[in-house]
């Protein structure tokens, strides 16, 4: 097992220097990539404390690091930009979205998102802000509240997510797309350097006085990366494995969210409607491709069963 340094839990030089290797290389990494921003170090700091400080916080990191790995590659996104392999959709995605969707107003055909636009109201800015606000929270109290409740389940609705944000990132990559406020700002024309915005959502933070959504979306690592909407992928996977493990009333608080963020998505204008409908497909048909993988794949199976065993 190699020399114990002491503490609680004990802890070997292998996994000291793994560990360190690890964290070293990352930010490294990170630098030269995307360049050097306080979030990376706050991670890597955060997640060194949960693996040192005791039993239980070490297998809660280590079940994390399945998200901490999709941060990563998320963060990433800005080094490898999608509009680089295929042309940005702009204009045709609006018709499309217009086609089967569009809303007449005052003579004129609109998408949802810019009839929403034009009849926004302060009680719908605040609970679809509220809404959006639960994009991650809820995904990550979720995974936190299986780690503790069922940690195999826990590793399936983990595995499960990962599985879902690989088949977003396919398309993102296969079919580059400009979101609403994107037209709404620039028109057709495709400016690769625009940087992301929280549109809509800033009506939320003029209301309450703060900078929340502004701050998140300066962070955005793809203004072209709209279809699908991995903001409605989401709460489908959360919802699905609340109902397998029968959580009762909380599932339609789940439920509730989930509608919540979907229509907040094309109100606030970072989504259109067929994003989002792709959204839900790609969620559904993760979850169908995990389950495959799991019941067909022995090796994947396997890894799986040594992951759980790992974090137990």
């Known amino acids: 097992m190699g020399a114990?340094?002491?503490?609680?839990?004990?802890?070997?030089?292998?996994?000291?220097?793994?560990?360190?290797?690890?964290?070293?290389?990352?930010?490294?990494?990170s630098w030269l990539v995307v360049g050097f921003k306080f979030d990376q170090v706050f991670l890597m700091?955060?997640?060194n404390l949960l693996y040192y400080v005791s039993v239980v916080t070490r297998k809660f990191v280590t079940g994390f690091a399945i998200f901490i790995v999709y941060w990563m590659v998320f963060d990433y996104q800005k080094a490898i930009p999608n509009y680089h392999f295929h042309p940005v959709h702009i204009a045709d995605l609006y018709n499309f979205e217009k086609k089967l969707f569009g809303i007449n107003s005052n003579g004129k055909l609109l998408t949802p998102s810019e009839y929403c636009n034009a009849n926004s109201n302060s009680f719908f800015d605040i609970i679809g802000g509220i809404f959006y606000l639960c994009w991650i929270p809820v995904p990550l109290g979720f995974a936190a509240y299986l780690f503790f409740i069922n940690r195999k389940q826990f590793l399936y609705f983990s595995l499960t997510f990962v599985v879902v944000n690989f088949l977003g990132y396919i398309v993102y990559y296969s079919y580059p797309a400009a979101p609403p406020w994107y037209v709404q700002l620039h028109g057709f024309d495709f400016q690769p350097a625009t940087h992301s915005s929280a549109a809509g959502l800033l009506r939320f933070d003029a209301y309450f006085h703060v900078g929340i959504f502004k701050s998140i979306y300066l962070k955005g690592s793809n203004v072209?990366?709209?279809?699908?909407?991995?903001?409605?992928?989401?709460?489908?996977?959360?919802?699905y494995y609340g109902l397998k493990n029968r959580l009762g009333p909380i599932n339609i608080l789940l439920a509730i969210v989930m509608v919540g963020i979907w229509l907040t998505a094309v109100y606030s204008g970072h989504h259109y409607v067929v994003d989002v409908i792709a959204g839900i497909i790609c969620g559904a048909c993760g979850i169908m491709v995990f389950n495959i993988l799991i019941k067909k794949i022995p090796a994947f199976n396997r890894f799986v069963e040594q992951y759980n065993t790992a974090i137990q």
């Open 224 to 239: 072209f990366a709209a279809m699908p909407s991995l903001h409605s992928s989401y709460p489908v996977i959360v919802l």
């Open 4 to 29: 114990v340094l002491g503490g609680s839990p004990k802890t070997t030089v292998k996994q000291v220097v793994t560990v360190s290797s690890l964290t070293t290389f990352y930010l490294l990494l």
């Open 45 to 47: 700091c955060l997640a």
